[in-house]
């Protein structure tokens, strides 16, 4: 081989060390490091890769020790889950009650609005943010298209959905938990 031949040589990944790299990204997926596109982004290129440093890219940014490495990134994982879950729970219990109305009262007002049944005086809270109504024997709490959201347990309400005693519910910045009148 002449020398222009040697640089221009490049050894192709074994099968063997596409499966490693492969192996990695479905470790960084799981484990919420890649969002799904960038996983799938990522194995097209592990599985086309035409060199040792197309291998490398794909792993960018992932830790590529041994089992003993990813174990303890999963072990670490777990243990920050566990204390959020924990300030989450103390949180939780922390936060001011909002009793839900008597059952002849078929419907809960709440915004900055003077004249709503729930008026809340703060700035992240629309003028006519949202409403509590009684159907079916069920509460049901509306999002009237506020500007920073009504959400119940974390999550955003687009439009409306069911409570209950318990839940968490969130206009703006303002939380509360639902309680029985």
Avoid: C, K
Avoid at 36 to 61: I, P, Q
Avoid at 118 to 132: F, G, M, P, Y
Wanted: hydrophobic share 35%.
């Amino acid at each position: 081989m002449t020398s222009a031949e040697i640089r221009t040589h490049v050894v192709r990944p074994s099968d063997a060390e596409r499966e490693r790299v492969l192996a990695v990204l479905r470790e960084g997926a799981g484990s919420g490091r890649l969002s799904h596109d960038t996983f799938l982004g990522r194995m097209d290129v592990a599985l086309n890769a035409r060199s040792r440093t197309e291998l490398d890219e794909a792993l960018a940014g992932l830790p590529t020790g041994g089992r003993a490495t990813r174990a303890l990134l999963r072990t670490a994982g777990r243990v920050s889950g566990f204390w959020m879950r924990m300030r989450q729970a103390w949180r939780a219990e922390r936060l001011p009650g909002l009793s839900l109305p008597q059952a002849g009262t078929g419907l809960l007002t709440i915004g900055r609005r003077p004249g709503s049944g729930l008026r809340l005086n703060d700035s992240s809270v629309s003028r006519t943010h949202a409403e509590l109504r009684r159907e079916d024997g069920d509460w049901v709490l509306y999002d009237l298209g506020s500007t920073n959201g009504t959400h119940v347990n974390g999550r955003r309400v687009a439009g409306s959905t069911r409570v209950r005693p318990g839940d968490q519910v969130r206009f703006g910045r303002l939380e509360f938990r639902l309680a029985t009148g």
